[in-house]
């Protein structure tokens, strides 16, 4: 899959895919647009139509820049939760910070340019692995997740989205994994969710699993209430890794 994607002027409906994927695969995410902006926090503010850059990061933060000078016009840190909604007919990035509470909403009027990059830091990631390491890990350790497990198809391309792991049980069951290197939170359990959803409309028996080093409460309570499981695996020690062969799913 390319580590970068971007389209001028998307349709609403290109531009919900785009901004859904790189929130839900750790990606960069970088808008060109008209939008106005709400701050509700340890203030208010408001900040009325323009031409800005948005940015938001894996990590959470997001970042609203002018035509001028060197720090944001508004921001939010790290740890923020951020997501994507359609409120009458306007889309609208939230970014919500729990503590202190902090939130932070653009309204999309004019969309430019939209693109994602799924950039890897070495530098930033010298002792932990990235998602793609993490797959090969499982498809040459497969009872990671459990024994009897049988990797058959990474990054499987399905109506919703690219599923990072199809295998299947020992007892023959479709397996859907979602890995995340760090703590998973509620957005994936919900990628997963949706991707077993799919998934079920032409299979039975399906079951998903959410492979991550830790999750948060939240998304623990919401795989419990979803049929959904977990496995903790910790992200591989950055090492080169051989490649494996893929089968055939079906």
């Given at each position: 899959m390319s580590k970068v994607e971007a389209v001028q002027n998307p349709p609403r409906g290109e531009l919900l895919r785009i901004v859904d994927s790189a929130l839900s695969s750790e990606a960069i995410l970088?808008?060109?647009?008209?939008?106005?902006?709400?701050?509700?926090?340890?203030?208010?503010?408001?900040?009325?139509?323009?031409?800005?850059?948005?940015i938001i990061k894996p990590d959470g933060a997001f970042l609203i820049h002018q035509s001028r000078k060197r720090e944001?016009?508004?921001?939010?840190?790290?740890?923020?939760?951020?997501?994507?909604?359609?409120?009458?007919?306007?889309?609208?990035?939230?970014?919500?910070?729990?503590?202190p509470k902090e939130i932070l909403e653009v309204e999309l009027e004019e969309v430019y340019l939209v693109s994602l990059f799924k950039a890897e830091d070495y530098e930033e990631l010298a002792l932990t692995g990235s998602e793609a390491e993490m797959a090969e890990m499982i498809f040459r350790n497969p009872e990671l997740i459990e024994p009897g497990f049988k990797p058959l198809f990474r990054e499987k391309q399905i109506g919703h989205g690219i599923v990072d792991i199809l295998g299947r049980d020992r007892d023959g069951n479709?397996?859907?994994?979602?890995?995340?290197?760090?703590?998973?939170?509620?957005?994936?359990?919900?990628?997963?969710?949706?991707?077993?959803?799919?998934l079920e409309k032409e299979h039975e028996n399906i079951r998903g699993i959410l492979v991550a080093p830790s999750l948060t409460s939240?998304?623990?309570?919401?795989?419990?209430?979803?049929?959904l499981e977990f496995r903790r695996v910790q992200p591989p020690k950055r090492e080169k890794l051989g490649k494996s062969r893929q089968k055939t799913l079906f």
């Open positions: 970088t808008i060109f647009a008209r939008c106005r902006v709400h701050y509700d926090g340890r203030a208010k503010s408001e900040l009325g139509s323009g031409d800005r850059v948005i944001p016009v508004n921001w939010q840190p790290p740890g923020s939760f951020v997501t994507v909604e359609e409120r009458d007919g306007v889309i609208i990035l939230r970014s919500v910070r729990r503590k479709l397996v859907v994994l979602e890995l995340k290197r760090r703590k998973a939170d509620l957005h994936a359990v919900s990628q997963l969710k949706r991707y077993v959803e799919a939240g998304a623990k309570k919401l795989l419990e209430k979803e049929g």
